[in-house]
């Protein structure tokens, strides 16, 4: 069964960090290119990051537009892991932070999900 267990968010001034992590189990997580995407209030799903598993090509990453040169993505693959460096945190940021499988827009990428961690930027 895959489990997805999103942690690290909270209350954050603006220009504040955040390191999110999402601890993977049920699949082989060196395997799978994996993402973060997050739901503001009132809002759909966006896409953030994606990551893809390394072990075939080398690193290689994607960012919504949004979040360049703020955040990094990265991956733990010894330790089933997956990460969210967020700086430069702005308002806009506040919003329900997910993991999930897949590249963005592959046939695995959201289909599976964690429960979640808030991240709520505001002073």
């Known amino acids: 069964e895959v489990q997805l267990v999103e942690s690290g968010g909270g209350l954050v001034q603006p220009g504040g960090s955040l390191r999110l992590s999402c601890a993977a189990s049920?699949?082989?997580?060196?395997?799978?290119?994996m993402s973060w995407v997050r739901q503001a209030p009132g809002k759909g799903l966006e896409w953030v990051s994606s990551i893809n598993s390394i072990e075939e090509h080398g690193i290689i990453t994607a960012y919504e537009d949004s979040v360049k040169g703020r955040f990094t993505i990265s991956r733990d693959n010894d330790r089933n892991t997956l990460y969210l460096q967020m700086n430069s945190l702005k308002n806009e940021d506040t919003a329900m932070y997910y993991c999930t499988q897949g590249w963005r827009g592959s046939s695995l990428f959201g289909r599976y999900r964690g429960q979640g961690t808030q991240v709520t930027v505001s002073s």
């Open positions: 049920g699949f082989i997580f060196s395997d799978v290119a």
